[in-house]
């Protein structure tokens, strides 16, 4: 059987206030967008590579920070040392990089008057939530947020691609 990976102790520096995964991945640094960009948990900041010489890696030896995220396979590597970690205290991290919808839980939404909490703690009711303003786009928000308001356009693009949708 394969060896379980190794214990991160670096898991009480994530800091999930500093966490938003609704930016464009690409490095901080060389401003590169791909497939190898992943997210600083200690800090928020993305960063291309985990490998010797790569942007990752310079930013885990010289800050001491030690967990990411890829951003686009979701999993959870600790740097310097290059290992993958799989603890269930991150699952929260990985549902708020790729959420995912069932149609249960799509239907519910207009049932439900109740309010939720994001990782920084704000209260929200489900299925609406903020944009960011990327300076001067005041009114594309606005539109994206009445579409978001009209029920089967939201409810189609919130299932696509989730374990009920396309």
């Given at each position: 059987?394969?060896?379980?990976?190794?214990?991160?102790?670096?898991?009480?520096?994530?800091?999930?206030?500093l966490l938003d995964f609704d930016f464009e991945p690409s490095c901080s640094v060389t401003l590169q967008s791909g497939p190898?960009?992943?997210?600083?948990?200690?800090?928020?900041?993305?960063?291309?590579?985990?490998?010797?010489?790569?942007?990752?890696?310079?930013h885990s030896v010289e800050s001491g920070h030690a967990v990411y995220v890829h951003l686009r396979?979701?999993?959870?590597?600790?740097?310097?040392?290059?290992?993958?970690?799989?603890?269930?205290?991150?699952?929260?991290?990985?549902?708020?990089?790729?959420?995912?919808?069932?149609?249960?839980?799509?239907?519910?939404?207009?049932?439900?008057?109740?309010?939720?909490?994001?990782?920084?703690?704000?209260?929200?009711?489900?299925?609406?939530?903020?944009?960011?303003?990327?300076?001067?786009?005041?009114?594309?928000?606005?539109?994206?947020?009445?579409?978001?308001?009209?029920?089967?356009?939201?409810?189609?693009?919130?299932?696509?691609?989730?374990?009920?949708?396309?």
């Amino acid at each position: 059987s394969d060896p379980s990976p190794p214990a991160c102790p670096y898991l009480d520096t994530v800091n999930r206030t500093l966490l938003d995964f609704d930016f464009e991945p690409s490095c901080s640094v060389t401003l590169q967008s791909g497939p190898h960009v992943y997210g600083c948990l200690v800090c928020g900041k993305f960063f291309r590579g985990r490998g010797p010489d790569t942007p990752a890696h310079t930013h885990s030896v010289e800050s001491g920070h030690a967990v990411y995220v890829h951003l686009r396979r979701g999993t959870f590597h600790c740097l310097p040392d290059d290992y993958e970690v799989t603890d269930p205290s991150l699952a929260d991290i990985g549902a708020a990089l790729r959420p995912t919808y069932g149609r249960g839980d799509v239907e519910a939404l207009d049932d439900n008057a109740g309010l939720a909490r994001d990782l920084f703690g704000g209260r929200y009711l489900p299925g609406y939530v903020g944009l960011n303003n990327l300076s001067k786009t005041d009114y594309v928000n606005a539109t994206v947020q009445a579409l978001a308001h009209v029920r089967p356009l939201r409810d189609y693009f919130l299932l696509l691609g989730g374990p009920d949708g396309g």
